[in-house]
């Protein structure tokens, strides 16, 4: 099938229309479903760690959801760990007790079906604090930023935190991680969490755009280089699209949405889509939806 | 040789500004690690943890050990506290260790920072308890041995000890710890009747000394005798050959001189 050629052809075709915000109540439900759904999905986790270390939730007589997202276990059997912060500690050269390897195993599987940087959109604290602040900014009508960052800066703090690991024996970015301050406050009430959110809030309000999220976390650099390999994908139709760049305007990392790669893949081709969903529901044309990446193209089986 | 191509000119000016960026930041970083990763002697951490840096190293800060805690003892660092941000430790005057015999901290400790394998309870060393004699109520002269009557090693970790009193031909009688059976519980600070606790538990580091290889208690049956006059060395060897038991500095018996 030629996909390519068949979109010149609908871009002839059709005009161009832009989305266009529903003005019902339902129509704008509708419209947040991904950012509900993720708020959701980001809330309830925090509150199943919370119920279990204060409220002592149990599920069949044993903690329902213990730890934090640094190494938890569900129901006192299924173990799950930080991959990055496991990589880190054995890049310090420490050998770890089986059950974290196990869970950081087990959560490497879980990103790997889900795209990598499903943790960064959808169970990660700070995302809400960096789309507050993206949100913020559009009220504010701030454009400018202060330092020019490229988004492939994650990559050097990934590298940079592996070696200094390596050189200081103990886990970087554990030591530093902002991420990690909020989510051990909110659960435990251990310190500079709120600082830390503030910090990132200031960061990507005024300084960078989507400066924490999307140019500078080593954790989502290193979901970013996993989801490479993510089974779940936001799958695109070139033959219904009309190139109008909602979905470019509405996508916290822009780099991802490239018309000329998204055809030749049938779907968003880079790891660093946090399958968010804000491309999907901002498309006029529906052309944008999740998919399995092995099921082949969205036009294939319409 | 072709002209510089100015693409390939701006590309290696912007590399060497990157790196000259992660450069600057990496020492930053490096420089905080290293400050805030340091050995905290204050910190007085869960039984069965690892030596301070294994420890720093390999504790993932999920709180784990926290939430098996039957007695909220142990709880993660916050700022300026006294074990670096995120690791967990405990304060025994505020809630002690009661030593549960199925350590379920320990136990419950994904990476391995806590011994998972911690056998008896009572082999673990999370500090040394320390006495001080000028506010022990004990040492004057009242009958208090409260830390005596608490400590869960009782009758091993503290001792009460008789001592003499000035000028008087009766005792006093004092606690005595024994770093061989203290496990650092805290049971006894927490116990301490004194405004502020006249016995608390400190990282041994901090406290315990350490005799030196060369120095020989020959009146103290666990030692090995030094090689003395009374014993000739055999016709012989000549001259004597210290006995490989008894290590030490032995010169002035070698014969020779200096």
């Known amino acids: 099938m030629n996909a390519p050629g068949n979109a010149a052809v609908a871009r002839a075709a059709k005009p161009v229309r832009h989305f ?15 950012t509900l759904g993720r708020r959701a999905t980001q809330l309830s986790i925090l509150i199943a760690f919370f119920g279990t270390a204060h409220w002592g939730w149990t599920v069949a007589g044993e903690p329902l959801l213990a730890g934090n997202l640094s190494a938890a276990k569900i129901a006192g059997a299924i173990p799950m760990a ?4 496991v990589l880190q500690m054995l890049a310090a050269r420490h050998w770890l007790a089986t059950e974290v390897l196990v869970g950081a195993a087990v959560v490497l599987a879980l990103y790997l079906v889900l795209g990598g940087r499903t943790f960064c959109g959808w169970v990660c604290p700070m995302s809400i604090v960096t789309d507050a602040a993206e949100w913020t900014r559009a009220r504010l009508g701030l454009r400018a930023d202060v330092l020019h960052v490229t988004p492939a800066a994650r990559y050097v703090a990934l590298a940079l935190t592996l070696a200094l690991s390596a050189a200081a024996g103990i886990a970087a970015f554990e030591w530093v991680s902002p991420i990690a301050m909020l ?24 300084i960078v755009r989507r400066g924490w999220c999307g140019h500078v976390c080593p954790l989502g650099a290193f979901w970013a280089l996993v989801g490479r390999a993510g089974q779940v994908a936001v799958k695109y139709d070139a033959a219904s699209c009309t190139r109008c760049g909602d979905c470019v305007k509405a996508c916290p990392e822009p780099r991802v949405l490239n018309f000329g790669t998204l055809a030749e893949a049938g779907r968003v081709p880079s790891g660093e889509c946090l399958n968010c969903g804000k ?24 | 040789m072709a002209k510089p191509d100015p693409n390939r000119r701006e590309f290696l000016a912007r590399t060497a500004q990157g790196v000259a960026v992660a450069v600057c930041g990496g020492l930053v970083w490096n420089a ?13 951490r869960p039984p069965g943890a690892k030596g301070e840096a294994d420890f720093n190293a390999t504790c993932i800060k999920c709180g784990l050990c926290v ?36 350590v379920p901290c320990a136990k419950a400790c994904p990476t391995g920072a806590l011994d998972r394998e911690i056998g008896d309870i009572a082999t673990a060393r999370m500090g040394l308890a ?11 002269g009242l009958r208090c041995e409260v830390c005596y009557r608490v400590c869960p090693v009782q009758g091993k970790a503290i001792t009460v000890d008789p001592h003499p009193r000035q000028l008087s031909k009766h005792a006093i009688f004092v606690p005595v710890v024994h770093s061989d059976a203290c496990t650092g519980c805290g049971l006894c600070e927490k116990a301490c009747p004194t405004e502020l606790a006249s016995v608390r538990v400190v990282q ?19 030692q090995p005798p030094a090689p003395s006059a009374a014993t000739p060395p055999p016709p012989s060897a000549a001259p004597a050959v210290p006995p490989k038991a008894a290590p030490g500095v032995d010169y002035l018996n070698r014969g020779g001189g200096l």
């Open chain 1, 20 to 34: 266009e915000m529903p003005r019902t109540f339902g129509g704008r439900l509708w419209f947040l479903r991904y």
């Open chain 1, 82 to 85: 930080d991959p990055f912060a």
């Open chain 1, 183 to 206: 989510h051990r406050e909110l659960i435990f009430g251990a310190g500079l969490g709120l600082t830390a959110a503030v910090g990132v809030f200031a960061f990507d309000l005024a």
């Open chain 1, 279 to 302: 491309c999907i529901a901002v498309c006029p044309e529906s052309s944008l939806r999740f998919g399995l990446r092995a099921t082949g193209r969205i036009d294939e089986h319409i």
């Open chain 2, 32 to 44: 905080f690690l290293a400050q805030s990763a340091r050995a905290a002697p204050d910190a007085l």
């Open chain 2, 67 to 102: 939430e098996a805690c039957p007695y909220r003892t142990l709880k993660l660092a916050k700022v300026a506290a006294k074990a670096p941000l995120g690791t967990p430790y405990f304060e025994p005057r505020e809630v002690p260790c009661y030593m549960c015999p199925s």
């Open chain 2, 130 to 140: 320390v006495v001080d004699p000028e506010h022990c109520l004990s040492w004057q």
């Open chain 2, 204 to 222: 041994p580091s901090l406290v315990q000394g350490k005799i030196g290889e060369h120095y020989r208690l020959g009146w103290r049956e666990d």
